[in-house]
């Protein structure tokens, strides 16, 4: 058992550092016309995770089994009728033939699974079997998984030291991570093509004039997204006594400033919608701190300085000034607009340089005199999603298949009106019932756009931007409402009748521990922010964190030990 336990604690200790490589290096297995095959590292150590965690589970069943077998031996030695009085009712039988999973019945554990087996059971009306086949496989991996981290992991005894190592190497790792963002930029703007930095194809300078950094992940919102946890944990610690407040700003200063180097509008607004809700609980229990706000507020300050810079030095036409107003005016949706509106002494030097580079091509200044392919706030990107919300949305009200009713979808309408007679043009579909209580099946949410609009989807591959939607497309109401249920019975069972939740073993009235949890605002505030980041992008491999970080640091940071080993 030694070995597996310490492999399974060695597995939990490498998740945060793991999690950071959600893209690079990946794995290409191949790819058909309505998905890639790829396999990354976080997917890789899911699966080693729960396959050393279901051999621990296994081994802690059975030597369980072996105990009771044990006790119930003693127990009918013990009722011989020469021992009497209360040495006959010892109490060291009775953990023995207690549940050994606390917190948890078999009732409740059925009950948690109802989502993944009718996530799993869609897969017979889905229009992409391969693609339903895998994401109901990652789904049950992250199911047992969680179960693991929650409930498996207190039998197999914790480490002297857990938590201030776990949190050692997630905050080592945020720091390599957040070096090699910088670095991605600096590199950039150096000039070092994009195949070399890693950068996507809409990160470099030539997008806004300054570079917005993706890490090792597929783009900058999942790396945005990625450094939610430690940047909220290292807040969160600032509220703490006994702990090097400098040390601990420092990283908070660096691990904020990264994030909003990614620039990357869903994971700065659920980071700003967290910090309201960190700042609401620190008040509330006279634990506030002015760096709470000073820090994050200081760190966008610096990053906006350094897009100026990177703005200037990079090989673009741009200022300091615009590259700044331009970041204001994108993270504001085009409300803020500060950008310079009449020509500048810039603006001049600017067309006597181009007209130099005209006459000179091959001279350095021409090649430094590259524009920048957006002015400030992108609205296209907005649309984009909204259309494709749109689409998936009317996809599950009228799927393609029983001839039940028709439904006519106008094109070419004013404000987007689909719903229009009188547009140029209009498609009629059929209204299918059965797509709005049961989806069209885990997995095919591509496939059913592209077959219900395929003028406007043009590819199978096709995404929702919105995992909430794609849910309700793919799932439909009952998925979306086991998934509700699945979130009442973790965090308020106490609506539930006793027996209902926990069978016949019911004694007490529910309850859950989330809200006694000694680190209720840090997970508060992280899984709402996850929620909201969950309204900009649907990918479930690339983004392991939101389903696996919250139980960890749930399990690391319960109980009374120190948050981290940073006291004075």
Partial sequence: MKPFRKLYFGLLYILPAILFFSYYPVIRLGSNSSMNFELSLPLIWLVIFDIIAFVGMVSCSRSSFIGIKRASTRTAKSDSPVRTGAGADSDKTRPATESQYKGISDRKFFLFALFPLYATLSIFWSSNHTRAILTAGIIWLLFFAIFAIVYLSPLFGLPSKFRPTLLKAFFISCIIICVVCWGQCILDVCGIAREHTLLCVGCVSQTFGFPHPSGFAIEPQFMGNLLLAPTLLSLWILTKPKIRVATVAVLAFLFSSTLFLTFSRGAIYAFAVALVILLIFTIAQHKFRPALIFIPVTAFIFTLIAQGIFSVVGPTRETFVSGVTKSIHQLSLGIIDLRPQEITIREEVNQVLHEYATEHPSSLVAQRMEESKFDGYIA?????????????????????????????????????????????SYTVINYNRYSILFGVGLGSAGTAMHRAFPEVITTPKEIVQNQPISLLLELGLIGIILIVFSLLLAFCPQIFPAKFVDGRSATTKPTSTFWQHPALPLLLSLMVAYLVTLQFFSGLPNALQIYLLPPLLYFALQGNEKPIALSK
């Fill in 380 to 424: 296209e990107s907005t649309d984009i999603r909204l259309g494709l919300n749109s689409i998936a949305l009317q996809t599950w009200f009228a799927a393609p298949g029983a001839n039940l009713r028709t439904v006519r979808i106008g094109h070419d309408c004013p404000h987007n009106s689909f719903f229009n007679d009188t547009c140029a």
